[in-house]
């Protein structure tokens, strides 16, 4: 089992900026993408941003333009540089390892809180 840990949300004013990550326990296999989703109160739970183990990235595109995803593969650790952040981000933020035949590892998230 591969354990994921999330670290670097807190409270931030709207505009500001913050950056979480998520360190992996280890991985199975080379192939693997990673990914970042949240989750508001009384809302499903919805992709932000995913990046994949050549670097390619892909986002939602309530977070295109201010959000920032990446990757070291060395460290087995996964990013996301927010900035701009609107009330609308609040939420708890989770991180993901995928792997190619349909097998995911989810850390147990990290709050953030924008508030207005």
């Known amino acids: 089992q591969v354990q994921l840990v999330e670290s670097g949300g807190g409270l931030v004013q709207a505009g500001g900026s913050l950056k979480v990550s998520c360190a992996a326990s280890g991985v199975i296999a080379s192939i693997y993408t990673m990914g970042w989703y949240r989750q508001a109160p009384g809302k499903q739970r919805e992709l932000v941003a995913d990046?994949?183990?050549?670097?390619?990235?892909s986002y939602a595109d309530s977070v295109k333009g201010r959000f920032t995803i990446s990757r070291d593969n060395a460290k087995k650790t996964v990013y996301l540089q927010m900035n701009g952040l609107k009330p609308e981000d609040t939420a708890v933020y989770y991180c993901?390892?995928?792997?190619?035949?349909?097998?995911?590892?989810w850390g147990q998230g990290t709050q953030v809180t924008v508030s207005s």
């Open positions: 993901s390892q995928s792997y190619p035949w349909g097998r995911s590892f």
């Open positions: 990046i994949t183990s050549g670097g390619s990235t």
